[in-house]
């Protein structure tokens, strides 16, 4: 868990400014825990934060990880805070999930018409595979559900880790961001 | 009405003009973003080495005494004249703060990065608009607001020159004005480069158009390339069903929200103007929603 009023000088996230020095500070903390993959920061204490100050911290840093470290958020209350973050991770295309009382929220982008039930799918739970999908939906081909999977984490929405599976090939396990 | 004097009277930073006047007659009154948009346009005259002249007929008793209120002369270069007489004291040191409707100048320069002035600001929108059903939202958006347009003056801000920022309630015309003014480079030059490659479309437009076009879009929830600042400022303010008026070099809008929900929004445009640098921005809110 990082919380992010520990890495601003005071509850106001205020210029692109402050936001690339926030940023600094972010980058260090997560390189310096190689094997934490996911990263829930809190937003306790951030009474503000402005667009420009959202895109260059938070925003920039899950797009630089896209696909392999995944950053999400909670205790985010304030609408004009959250709105803040989304219309700031809309313009850099970048998904951002708000974690509140168990409920996932998407920021930013948002999935295609194809893809958002996978997305649901894989939100509900810890760790999925296509294969898993696949049997709860009828008429879907393990090749098209993978294709679903894989582009969620191409854009992303979830992280993924290969596995073995029972066949002897490669498989790929899909994990929720949060 | 100021626009119109200033047209009237020809370009001041026109070729040939050594000298340029401002008078105030009697009974003429200023509200506060016409006031930070004449500071800014005297010290840029000043600037480029003109010989500036405020003529206030009715001396501290009249524009002069509600200018020197709200901190004009202590922004105003010190080469400019000011008829009869500079103040002799500043009232906005001496009473600073002392008004809940008034945030006194502010002077915007990176270089000394007043950390609290976006805060202050929308406190003063808190305690203006606290009758309103909404304004909890509007003071965080209004926050958002203010940092974006005053962040936004810092990263622009490529001349000696500082930008301003002030705020005043006027509760017998139910709202408040506030202003955000600078001298660095226009928002147009700033937006322009980057629409070559992400709005083809947009970067195709007349300046005045564009910025009509900014501001239709930034209140579509589906913009797809919204939330750079000023985008992202607008469409807050228009949610909140503020008017907004912009100054570029040589365009005006004024943009007016549909109040209904069958009327559309208005943009009034004005083009050709005598040459202001910068952008400076005036929000309008309604004290009682």
Redesign the interface.
């Known amino acids: 868990m990082i919380a992010l009023r520990d890495y601003m000088d005071?509850g106001?996230g205020?210029?692109?400014?402050q936001g690339r020095q926030v940023f600094q500070r972010l980058l260090d903390a997560v390189e310096a825990v190689q094997d934490c993959i996911v990263f829930r920061v809190s937003m306790r204490g951030v009474d503000?934060a402005?667009?420009?100050?959202a895109?260059e911290t938070l925003v920039e840093l899950a797009r630089r990880f896209r696909g392999q470290k995944g950053f999400c958020l909670v205790d985010l209350s304030?609408?004009?805070?959250k709105?803040?973050y989304e219309?700031?991770a809309?313009?850099?295309v970048q998904p951002l999930i708000v974690w509140t009382r168990g409920a996932a929220l998407v920021l930013g982008a948002q999935p295609s018409q194809g893809t958002r039930d996978a997305l649901d799918f894989a939100l509900q739970r810890p760790r999925t595979r296509a294969a898993e999908f696949v049997a709860e939906r009828s008429g879907m081909t393990i090749a098209n559900a993978s294709m679903k999977f894989k582009q969620l984490w191409e854009q992303g929405f979830l992280l993924r880790e290969e596995s073995a599976a029972d066949s002897g090939g490669v498989e790929y396990v899909y994990s929720r961001i949060g | 009405m100021m626009e119109a004097a200033i047209q009237r009277a020809g370009d001041p930073h026109g070729a040939g003009v050594y000298e340029v006047a401002f008078r105030f007659p009697v009974g003429s009154k200023l509200m506060i973003d016409a006031a930070i948009r004449l500071l800014s346009l005297a010290n840029q005259i000043a600037a480029t080495s003109r010989r500036v002249q405020l003529a206030f007929d009715e001396g501290e008793v009249g524009t002069m005494g509600y200018l020197n209120r709200v901190g004009f002369f202590d922004h105003l270069t010190r080469e400019i004249e000011v008829a009869p007489t500079r103040p002799t004291y500043s009232a906005a040191s001496v009473h600073r703060g002392g008004n809940a409707g008034l945030v006194e100048i502010a002077r915007i320069n990176k270089d000394y990065r007043d950390?609290s002035l976006?805060?202050r600001l929308a406190d003063a929108v808190k305690r203006s608009c606290a009758t309103r059903a909404d304004i909890q939202?509007l003071t965080?958006?209004a926050?958002?607001i203010f940092?974006?347009l005053?962040?936004n003056v810092?990263?622009h801000s490529r001349t000696p020159l500082d930008g301003y920022a002030a705020l005043q309630v006027y509760p017998r015309g139910d709202r408040l004005v506030v202003a955000v003014s600078d001298s660095g480079v226009g928002i147009m030059e700033t937006l322009r480069p980057a629409l070559h490659n992400t709005s083809p479309y947009l970067a195709q437009l007349s300046d005045l158009d564009l910025l009509v076009e900014i501001f239709r879009q930034g209140i579509s929830r589906h913009g797809s390339?919204?939330?750079?600042?000023l985008r992202?400022s607008a469409?807050?303010a228009m949610k909140f069903q503020a008017d907004l008026d912009v100054r570029l070099p040589y365009q005006r809008v004024r943009l007016i929200p549909a109040r209904g929900a069958y009327a559309p929004n208005t943009a009034h445009c004005f083009d050709h103007l005598p040459l202001m640098w910068g952008t400076h921005i005036g929000f309008t809110f309604r004290l009682h929603g």
Do not use: C, L, Y
């Not at chain 1, 304030?78 to 805070?81: A, G, H, Y």
């Open positions: 005071d106001q205020w210029g692109r400014e503000r402005d667009i420009s100050f895109s304030d609408p004009d805070v709105e803040n219309a700031a809309a313009r850099k | 950390q976006p805060g939202e965080g958006a926050w958002t940092a974006e005053i962040d810092f990263s390339d919204r939330g750079d600042g992202g469409a807050k």
